[in-house]
């Protein structure tokens, strides 16, 4: 299985300021995906990220407020913009390995 | 719609006392089912896949299955390290890789 590391774990931010979160993987990957995982709730997909190319974003999710690099196989960013209370979440990136999603251990944002 | 329900929301097991968690699915053309382990403030833990109806996956106390509506994550003689949230999720059809994930099972044993 893929190794996946997220930075930061965890943050508190101010509303209106902005949060880059980073994800690395252990081995070169096509595909990299972001997700969104509400208080309470089961994780939405935010975004797929490929190397070389544009993401591709969920309806309900625009690359205003979540733009996505994906500069090489194993690294890529989600920043969340102008953050509001409402995106206080745990925010989670993964890869496709050998027909499985694997995970990373998640980032938890709080915004005050 | 594409649609992932699991049921039930939580649930209470004695040490040793074996039980089945439920996911049924709506999806027009199943690719294949997941199953996840969530740990409280940890990124979901990859369990099993399956494709086809009639597929069974088996790891330690836990054996999934699945038919064409549905599928069972059945755990057996469950210890307290069993206790998390399980996940299901479903891939849906089309050019890439996406998860429909169902809002999980929360599971706690108690010795």
């Known amino acids: 299985s893929a190794v996946i590391s997220q930075k930061p774990s965890r943050d508190i931010c101010q509303r209106g300021t902005s949060l880059t979160i980073q994800c690395q993987v252990d081995s070169q990957v096509t595909m990299m995906f972001w997700y969104r995982q509400q208080p309470g709730q089961s994780l939405t997909l935010i975004a797929t990220?490929?190397?070389?190319?544009?993401?591709?974003?969920e309806s309900g999710f625009v690359i205003d407020k979540f733009p996505i690099s994906r500069p090489n196989l194993t690294f890529s960013t989600l920043t969340v913009s102008n953050m509001s209370p409402e995106d206080s979440s745990i925010y989670l990136c993964?890869?496709?390995?050998?027909?499985?999603?694997?995970f990373g251990p998640g980032t938890r944002l709080t915004v005050l | 719609e594409d649609q992932v329900t699991q049921s039930p929301e939580a649930l209470r097991l004695q040490e040793g006392e074996s039980s089945s968690l439920n996911c049924s699915y709506t999806?027009?053309?199943?690719?294949?089912l997941f199953w996840y382990r969530q740990d409280p403030g940890k990124g979901p833990e990859f369990l099993f896949t399956?494709?086809?109806a009639g597929e069974e996956k088996e790891k330690e106390r836990l054996k999934a299955t699945l038919t064409k509506k549905e599928s069972f994550l059945h755990i057996t003689a469950p210890k307290p390290e069993d206790s998390a949230t399980y996940l299901c999720a479903v891939q849906a059809p089309g050019g890439y890789n996406k998860l429909i994930f169902g809002a999980g099972t929360r599971l706690a044993v108690h010795p």
């Open positions: 999806v027009s053309g199943l690719r294949g």
């Open positions: 990220a490929n190397q070389g190319s544009e993401a591709t974003y």
């Open positions: 399956l494709y086809s």
């Open positions: 993964s890869v496709v390995s050998r027909e499985a999603e694997f």
